[in-house]
């Protein structure tokens, strides 16, 4: 393996697979797929999603809508809560593309109803159970009266309400997400009602985490599903039941570079400014920042439970494992570890290689 300094490796195979699997899904359901780039942050892998006809998409923010425009997208929307520090950028990309915006005050509208330069389709952030960021569901009051502002603007269209069950990530198994979802078209429900009784008779709904998006087959009351991290996958979706292991398609190659006999450890080049410092917990209380995994004819193999990543810090980890693998380790040798949290660490590290060699920027700018 010809790497020296720590590196993202993405599967294309996987990817498309995973792809394919959400572009089925949301046909079957009759809903738009406008998937969120924020995982990939990559021109190369918004190209693979053009094969199978994506041609809009979702962001976080807008300079990265500014680099996906630059790359030829024309369809986007930010899904963050407009910044109107940023309302000089925004008009220029809205001379250039169908920008889409994400208000969840008052005080949001009114300022882009007197400085937006262009008409803009505008979408509502509801809070359906996340507790993040929007308006929260069952203050209808205040969201019908953002509603009938925007509809009043010369400027602005009404295009409905955003959601993100966010806290679909904390489940631990397929039912507690599909609770979560249950309880969010629930919550879908009523506000369409509410939206029809005031005369809003033709509002669409835009959802959007990993969790319920793999999981879930009852999409009843959504319009369009913008999940992101299913590109790639990773342990957090692992452990809540969201993918398999043989879907997850990133893995960080790091060198090793010291071993302890004493405590059977293993210090990698790959720390907090590679990783980022998400985390998942063991039933016994163990933290993983991530699991080891070897590489065969090109394949992935599962991976060793027993062989973790324990700490991080800077730019230093350290490496749990069992005395065999310990063994068969050298200094200099390159590990394969699967990272806890994909976006956090594409962000981080800003390049990928695929599996067959080629390198790509993983971060649009």
Known sequence: MDISTPTIIIDK????????????KTKKNNMAFRPHFKTHQSIEVGEWFKDFGINYITVSSVSMAKCFANAGWKDITI??????LEIEDINKLSEKIKLNLLVNNLETTEFLEQNIEKSTDIWIKVDVGYHRAGIPWNNFSY???????????SKLNFKGILVHSGNS???????????VHTEALERIGSLRKKFSENSFNSIKVSAGDTPTASVADDFEGIDELRPGNFVYYDLTQ????????EEIAIRVACPVVSKNKETMELVIYGGGIHFSKDVIQTKSGEYIFGYLTDEVNGKWKPMHKDSYVTSLSQEHGIVKTDKEHFE??????????????????????????????????????
């Open 143 to 153: 969201i019908l009266e953002i509603a009938k502002k925007i509809e009043s603007s």
């Open 79 to 84: 899904a963050f809560p407009v910044n109107i």
């Open 238 to 245: 692992l452990k809540n039941n969201s993918c398999s292991e």
């Open 169 to 179: 990530y904390k489940s631990s198994s397929k039912s507690e997400i599909l609770e």
């Open 328 to 365: 068969n380790i050298q200094v200099g040798d390159v590990l394969l570890i699967v990272p806890v949290h994909s976006c956090m660490t594409v962000n981080a590290m800003g390049k990928f290689r695929l599996t067959t060699g080629e390198e790509f920027e993983a971060k649009c700018s």
């Open 13 to 24: 195979d996987i990817v498309l697979k995973n792809i394919q699997k959400m572009v089925e």
